[in-house]
T-cell receptor, first 113, second 113 residues
């Protein structure tokens, strides 16, 4: 069974620090990787997508992908209290007609003012 | 450009009644996915549809649940004879194609009394 695993958390960082969120996945042929942010009682919000090895930066967010190690991470620079949320790693495993997102259980991040 | 729309946002049903959840994808998106988030659990895939076709329903419970995405109008997730265990948040997501980013709607919170 294809799986996505994340740090169990919760993770607390002081305001202005770098938050590092990690994720591993079980299938080597996976092609598409995503990070979502979900505030309590709200729907998931797409933060980053990454499809090839290396780093991808968007503002304060950097996604890193290492397919050989089956590892994807999200760095949040200059963390703000408004970044406090649950961060979900999601993978599209490429098999047959499957195109759905498989989610990790999420890492709860708290940014302390 | 309007995002993914879902209605109703909150739905209360008594055991044995039917629940109908609606989803209109983002403009230009023809791929629709339904996910369920049970209380204190992660997001789980239910079904993937394109216009007039069910592509993958591997995550749907075998009984009482059905989904459609007609040529005209929104996608509908139908739950017949609801039970208390169906109480959850149901999210719809849409994408412009397979393997691309999926954008989530605000969700429908179903409560079965």
């Amino acid at each position: 069974q294809k799986e996505v695993e994340q740090n169990s958390g919760p993770l607390s960082v002081p305001e202005g620090a770098i938050a590092s969120l990690n994720c591993t996945y079980s299938d080597r042929v996976s092609q598409s990787f995503f990070w979502y942010r979900q505030y309590s009682g709200k729907s998931p919000e797409l933060i980053m997508s990454i499809y090839s090895n290396g780093d991808k930066e968007d503002g304060r967010f950097t996604a890193q992908l290492n397919k050989a190690s089956q590892y994807v991470s999200l760095l949040i620079r200059d963390s703000q209290p408004s970044d406090s949320a649950t961060y979900l790693c999601a993978v599209i495993f490429s098999s047959g007609s499957a195109r759905q997102l498989t989610f990790g259980s999420g890492t709860q991040l708290t940014v302390l003012p | 450009n309007a995002g993914v729309m879902q209605n109703p946002r909150h739905l209360v049903r008594r055991r044995g009644q039917e629940a109908r959840l609606r989803c209109s994808p983002m403009k230009g998106h023809s791929h629709v996915y339904w996910y369920r988030q049970l209380p204190e659990e992660g997001l789980k895939f239910m079904v993937y549809l394109q216009k007039e076709n069910i592509i993958d329903e591997s995550g749907m419970p075998k009984e009482r649940f059905s989904a459609e995405f007609p040529k005209e109008g929104p996608s509908i997730l139908r739950i017949q004879q609801v039970v208390r265990g169906d109480s959850a948040a149901y999210f719809c997501a849409s994408s412009p194609g397979e393997g691309y980013e999926q954008y989530f709607g605000p969700g429908t919170r179903l409560t079965v009394t």
